[in-house]
Nanobody, 119 residues
Framework: QVQLVESGGGLVQPGGSLRLSCAASGSISSIVSMGWYRQAPGKQRELVAIITSGGSTNYADSVKGRFTISRDNAKNTVYLQMNSLKLEDTAVYYC?????????????WGQGTQVTVSS
């Protein structure tokens, strides 16, 4: 099993910054990809950013140029630096990790962390 622990959410004013972290632990042989998704009230969960084992990244158009995803392979941790936050960035942010385990390749979700952008 893979466990994910997220941290870093909170309340911030428009234009502010936050940094999310997600640490993966458990029976991990290797990590295929690590990503962040978000879900706003009444909306579907959407991809925010993803980073592969090779370091390739992909971002939602709405966050390009404002958010940066990175990872620390030694710590199995993924980060999301969020700058120039907007009201529409308000959502619950979920970490997702795809990892090779003894039971095969599995995707796991974090518990979610609330990000609220408000003046």
């Amino acid at each position: 099993q893979v466990q994910l622990v997220e941290s870093g959410g909170g309340l911030v004013q428009p234009g502010g910054s936050l940094r999310l972290s997600c640490a993966a632990s458990g029976s991990i042989s290797s990590i295929v990809s690590m990503g962040w998704y978000r879900q706003a009230p009444g909306k579907q969960r959407e991809l925010v950013a993803i980073i592969t084992s090779g370091g390739s990244t992909n971002y939602a158009d709405s966050v390009k140029g404002r958010f940066t995803i990175s990872r620390d392979n030694a710590k199995n941790t993924v980060y999301l630096q969020m700058n120039s936050l907007k009201l529409e960035d308000t959502a619950v942010y979920y970490c997702n990790v795809v990892a090779a385990t003894a039971w095969g390749t599995r995707g796991s979700w974090g518990q979610g962390t609330q990000v609220t952008v408000s003046s």
